[in-house]
């Protein structure tokens, strides 16, 4: 009769100094899309949204990752220790082939390589900054 409750993990949330910058990034590396209302507005329009909050979410509607607006953010200096990382996301992929398409699309779309293991034969991964300097890995799992 008393059940134990305990909360759900709706979302990650990142603070960013540029929301919809960062949320496109995002959208673009992991082919997520904006929650309904939260979608960038059209040439010359304000970006109301994007000055505050936005969502995304995985297609089937399922949360994400959520961005807030911050006026000023230390990036993470790691692996030197200066600006510990604080938290980071952990991404994967299936094979080596796959690690190196999505390696291509990280640099393009804005990301900064960090650290390079994709030889490691036991956990192949790259690290890497996203344009507002949060750490986030790329592995290949099983």
Known sequence: MNAEVRPRLRQVVL???DARALAEFYRELLGLVYRPGDEAPGPGAPDERGRDWLVLRHPDGSSAL?????AALPAATWPEPRVPQQLHLDLTVGSLTELEGAHRRALRLGARLLLDRSE????PLRVYADPAGHPFCVFVAD
Request: hydrophobic share 25%.
């Open 120 to 123: 490691d034969p036991e956990e």
């Open 66 to 70: 959520a961005f807030q607006q911050v």
């Open 15 to 17: 603070d960013t100094t």
